[in-house]
């Protein structure tokens, strides 16, 4: 499979306690993104990076959240402390070039619920 | 600052009926890309089209047809002959040049046998 791989595909977790995303993209992407998608919504932007560098994060992305791409190669989002808000949808995205004049591909998303 | 409206929240058809999905955008930037997604009950967002700001030409597709006209600053997606397959949830993006791509809330297309 050479698409945009994201594990788990679904988490549940208990309050306060952290939780760890990865996404694999495609292999030459050299940007990735990270969104949140809640019921009823459209997806909500948190950070990208081109290549290993995070260049953009969304005031959404509070303290509690933090993501990396070591070695431009796949990403990992953790949240620390989680609250039953943090329940949604995380999708990974990946796509090739330098500007945002291309399509992004969309892995098949990670199910965080916050019992 | 990027914005993107989908006016309609859920629309219902008939199969074979033509349905137009409405989007509009706000951006203070000359340069910029539109892009249509969909969304499956499978949940992966599909890649459907991209179009640049410079480029006004209307695109079609098969059975899908794309209107960009930057008077109106709207991108709209036209589905002839729409079949049960077409069911969905379809969001436009904007994206500013050398940033990130932001949604539309989305629209619930239903196509009914």
């Known amino acids: 499979d050479t698409g945009v791989s994201q594990d788990p595909r679904h988490k549940i977790t208990k309050r306060g306690q952290n939780v760890t995303f990865r996404c694999d993209p495609i292999?030459?992407?050299?940007?990735l993104y990270w969104y949140r998608q809640t019921l009823g919504q459209g997806p909500e932007f948190l950070t990208y990076?081109?290549?290993?560098?995070?260049?953009?994060k969304s005031r959404l992305l509070s303290d509690r959240f933090s993501a990396e791409r070591p070695k431009g190669s796949f990403s990992t989002l953790e949240i620390q402390r989680t609250e039953q808000g943090d329940s949604a949808m995380y999708l990974c995205?990946?796509?090739?070039?330098?500007?945002?004049?291309?399509?992004?591909?969309f892995g098949q998303g990670t199910r965080l619920t916050v019992v | 600052a990027q914005k993107v409206t989908q006016a309609q929240t859920e629309i219902s058809v008939v199969e074979k009926e033509d349905v137009t999905l409405d989007c509009v955008y706000e951006t203070r930037d000359t340069t910029y890309y539109l892009f249509w997604y969909k969304q499956p009950p499978s949940g992966e967002l599909v890649f459907l089209i991209r179009r640049n700001s410079f480029d006004e030409q209307n695109e079609i597709s098969g059975r899908y047809s794309w209107n960009f006209q930057k008077s109106t600053s709207s991108f709209n997606f036209t589905i002839t002959a729409s079949q049960v397959v077409d069911s969905a949830v379809y969001f436009c993006a904007l994206s500013e040049a050398w940033r990130d791509m932001r949604f539309g809330a989305g629209t619930r297309l239903t196509v009914k046998p």
């Open positions: 292999s030459e992407h050299n940007r």
């Open positions: 990076f081109q290549n290993e560098a995070q260049l953009e």
């Open positions: 995205a990946s796509s090739l070039g330098v500007a945002s004049n291309t399509e992004a591909f």
